[in-house]
């Protein structure tokens, strides 16, 4: 099956700083690729959808400014946190879309802001 | 009212048992539909599509029903490691690729 891969796997920062997530289609091109958070005993939340070459589409809520995402090439998209905040402790998904419209995801980020 | 609905659980059951789980979803257009794993602290992985006609694979079988926008799982011979949440997810293709997810059902296998 299609592989996605993220990193790094689990970071901890301090609050203030901003911290770098990429995420990465090993085996297909993805055109598009979604950022979602979950908080514990939560369903994943959609954040924003990530198009190559244009500018990332967010859903409702989600701050542009401060999850700032850039889907560079095909096989590549990054999300940064920006003046990360204890509040922001989540773990980060991403995914990507496969030929059959399968979401494949990656095996997240687990964020932790002191 | 939730574009998909699941219930919660959780489903205690003993290894071997059959379980079912349901899903509800309110987009009538919605043309995708999947049912998804997702382990304590690891990323969802997909389980398997479902298709009008239903589908079957080893123990898991879906099923969809369009006109009451219904969709299930059902699990036989549960195993100790089926226990993991099971996320309903639906495509409701307005959105282009963007997935729904339900809340999860957790299944817990016992010995």
């Known amino acids: 099956g299609a592989v996605v891969s993220q990193h790094p796997s689990r970071v901890i920062c301090k609050s203030g700083t901003s911290v770098k997530i990429e995420c990465r289609s090993l085996?297909?091109?993805?055109?598009?690729m979604f950022w979602y958070r979950q908080f514990p005993k939560q369903s994943l939340m959609l954040m924003a959808t990530s198009n190559e070459g244009s500018k990332a589409t967010y859903e409702q809520g989600v701050e542009k400014d401060k999850f700032l995402i850039n889907h560079a090439s095909l096989t590549l998209s990054t999300l940064t946190v920006t003046s990360a905040h204890p509040e922001d402790s989540s773990f980060y998904i991403c995914s990507a879309t496969g030929r059959n419209n399968e979401q494949y995801f990656g095996p997240g980020t687990r964020l932790t802001v002191t | 009212r939730k574009e998909v609905e699941q219930d919660p659980g959780p489903f205690n059951v003993p290894e071997g048992a059959t379980v079912a789980f349901n899903c509800t979803y309110s987009n009538s257009a919605s043309q995708s539909f999947f049912w998804y794993r997702q382990d304590c602290r690891k990323e969802p992985k997909l389980l398997m599509s479902v298709y009008s006609s239903g589908n079957e694979d080893g123990r898991f079988t879906a099923q969809l029903n369009r006109a009451s926008q219904y969709i299930s799982l059902l699990i036989r011979d549960s195993k100790l490691s089926d226990s993991a949440t099971y996320l309903c997810v639906v495509n409701p293709m307005e959105y282009g690729n963007k997935l729904v997810f339900g809340a999860g059902t957790i299944l817990r296998v016992k010995s």
């Open positions: 085996d297909f091109q993805a055109t598009t």
